[in-house]
């Protein structure tokens, strides 16, 4: 069954900083999907990436699909308090149409002020 | 527009019980999913259903049950309760099935004493 590998496991960094989170997968990623979760809510859906090579930006965030689709990066530029939070990638299993998505453990993001 | 809608929010039961759980999805979404989260093994799939149907099931024993009625929205079923069915439970739509974002409610948090 298909795995996603998300590092670091938790992240703290000073306002300002940039960072990246990355996510691995064992197999082909059909389509990949970013979330971001406050604790013990629901989840916010970032972005989406399907082609190898793709990247795309919202706001101060990027996220990059590698092209053999096996990664995919997180990058925040001169992140804010608001940024926090624990970050997700989910993939879906096939390229079909009967979708179960596989989520990686998260990343913990803390940003102090 | 509004978002998917999970009720109720809070939940408690003791073991032996069972539950139901409610997903209203976005207006106009007719592919729901389930899925559970729990400190251990994460965000896991439960099911998915697309008009009416189940299309897609998780790893998980048949006392999990859901159905999707003809205006979308969707019930989880949880019989005979144990504890380690305290998790947050998830629900999420998308218009449509196939490689494409899904939505998320704020989830249930379900407590088996």
């Known amino acids: 069954s298909q795995e996603l590998e998300q590092s670091p496991q938790s992240l703290i960094v000073q306002e300002g900083k940039n960072l990246t989170i990355n996510c691995t997968s064992s197999k082909t990623l059909y389509g990949l999907y970013w979330y971001k979760q406050k604790y013990g809510e629901g989840l916010i859906f970032l972005m989406m990436l399907q082609k190898g090579g793709e990247e795309k930006s919202h706001e101060k965030i990027t996220a990059k699909l590698d092209e053999k689709k096996q990664q995919s990066s997180l990058h925040i530029t001169a992140s804010q308090p608001s940024h926090a939070g624990i970050y997700l990638c989910g993939a879906d299993k096939s390229s079909g149409s009967a979708r179960q998505l596989t989520f990686g453990s998260g990343t913990q993001l803390t940003v102090l002020p | ?113």
């Not at chain 2, 809608?5 to 409610?22: C, D, F, N």
């Not at chain 2, 259903?49 to 897609?56: A, D, G, K, L, V």
């Not at chain 2, 929205?73 to 005979?80: A, I, K, P």
Request: with cysteine; aromatic share 10%; proline share 4%.
């Open chain 2, 1 to 113: 527009k509004a978002g998917v809608t999970q009720t109720p929010r809070y939940l408690i039961k003791t073991r032996g019980q069972q539950v139901t759980l409610s997903c209203s999805p976005i207006s106009g979404h007719r592919s729901v999913s389930w899925y559970q989260q729990t400190p251990g093994q994460g965000l896991q799939f439960l099911f998915e259903y697309f008009s009416e149907t189940q299309r897609n099931k998780g790893n998980f024993p048949g006392r999990f049950s859901g159905r999707q009625f003809s205006n979308s929205r969707s019930e989880m079923n949880v019989s005979t309760l144990e504890l380690g069915d305290s998790a947050l439970y998830l629900c999420a739509s998308s218009l449509t099935v196939g490689n494409q974002p899904q939505h998320f409610g704020d989830g249930t948090r379900l407590s088996i004493l």
